[in-house]
């Protein structure tokens, strides 16, 4: 058996387990994994420090999650856009397919709480069906695989599922989006990294939460990925008790970086029946990005969106702060120390130049140095 396989047998998925491990009712996570499993591998149990923390939230069933009747299970409506099955199609170049419903680790917070768990992954036929669907549909340049996780798919049936989406012509980009090498980096394998390379350009977008998941052996796992060639992008979901904190967050993205990952989504949590509780308002995410924004590198700074319940696709939020005012005559700007600058429209006076100018700056061209700064 391979290494990674051995490895994630060993994974936690019985309350009776789990209870031998951490300080936890098993009649009580009984109840939860009935509808909703569990799965914590090696690496994220090792990385659970306390009761409660950041790690522990994220992958230890709470009772909060039987608690919420209400919210809607497909809360995105993935299940009415999907015109074939495990095809989900709401932009119109770009698609998702689901190749597994399996993860390393089920998420507490999961948006796809609905399916996660059950065995097995995409069979031929349906890739068939999938595959034609592509052929036909010529306007879809860039196929994402998702699931459940499709880094737990074997070997041979990624490179199968890679060889048949590079032989659709118009297909030019496939994207991973995987929680996998975070939570089982043994399986980011020098040979997974070999078929990958074959079949450039092959994008990643990983899970990551919170800077503690960045240990040294993910960061290893990473780096496998980045001299695969695979540009390496990260998708964060915005967790209350987890990372709604502007000091935690700056810290994953600095990780992130640190392991060649650049930081991509921000996403506000979905309305999801038993994730509700993870839930934080909106204005949480506006002002992390607004504590990021000039304080740190731009590439540390992710996008952050609402996915927007109804199936209206991912949503960009930035802070109302930046765009003071915009005309004829320009816009006028707010950085991020709070400062007031004027950037004027083509063919309208630069506003800079209506009073004396300091003789350094002055002339760097287009740069709004200090002498653009207006009254604050
Ligand atoms: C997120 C998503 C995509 C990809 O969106 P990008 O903004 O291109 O990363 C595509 N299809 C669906 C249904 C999605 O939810």
């Known amino acids: 058996m391979d290494d990674w396989k051995r490895v994630l047998a060993e994974s936690i998925t019985k309350p009776k387990d789990l209870a031998k491990h951490l300080d936890v009712d098993p009649d009580e996570v009984e109840r939860i994994v009935g509808p909703y499993p569990m799965r914590i591998t090696p690496t994220v149990l090792s990385t659970i420090k306390s009761k409660g923390d950041a790690i522990w939230k994220q ?35 770009r698609v998702l397919l689901m190749v597994t419903n399996q993860c390393p680790i089920y998420c507490r917070f999961c948006t796809r709480k609905r399916l996660v768990g059950k065995p097995g992954f995409l069979k031929k036929g349906e890739l068939d069906r999938a595959v034609a669907w592509l052929r036909d549909h010529t306007e879809v340049r860039d196929v994402i695989l998702s699931g459940g996780d499709p880094l737990l798919l074997p070997d041979h049936l990624i490179e199968r599922i890679l060889k ?152 960009p939020l930035l802070p109302n702060e930046y765009l003071l005012n915009l005309d004829d005559n320009g816009a006028v700007l707010k950085n991020y120390e709070n400062k007031t600058y004027h950037y004027p429209q083509p063919g309208q006076p630069d506003r800079r130049r209506a009073r004396p100018l300091p003789m350094v700056g002055a002339s760097v061209p287009g740069d709004l140095c200090s002498s653009g700064m207006m009254d604050d």
Do not use: W
């Open 59 to 93: 992958v230890v069933p709470d009772s909060a999650e039987m608690e919420d009747f209400d919210a809607p299970a497909d809360p995105l409506e993935e299940d009415t856009d999907s015109p074939v099955p495990h095809l989900v199609h709401r932009y119109p170049d």
């Open 164 to 315: 048949a989406l590079r032989a659709i012509p118009h297909l030019e980009l496939i994207r991973f989006g995987s929680r996998v090498p975070g939570t089982l980096p043994q399986r980011i394998t020098p040979r997974l990294c070999e078929i990958v390379k074959r079949y450039h350009p092959v994008y990643m977008n990983l899970h990551f939460n919170h800077p503690d998941e960045l240990t040294p052996e993910v960061k290893e796992a990473c780096g496998r990925l980045a001299d695969a060639g695979v540009p390496l992008g990260a998708q964060t979901v915005l967790l209350k008790g987890v990372n709604d904190d502007p000091d935690i967050m700056k810290q994953l993205m600095h990780q992130l970086l640190l392991a060649r990952v650049k930081p991509y989504y921000l996403y506000q949590a979905d309305l999801t029946r038993g994730t509700n509780h993870f839930r934080t308002s909106v204005e949480t995410g506006l002002k992390i990005i607004q504590a990021l924004q000039g304080h740190t590198s731009g590439m540390a700074i992710p996008h952050f969106v609402i996915d927007a319940p109804g199936g209206g696709g991912k949503i």
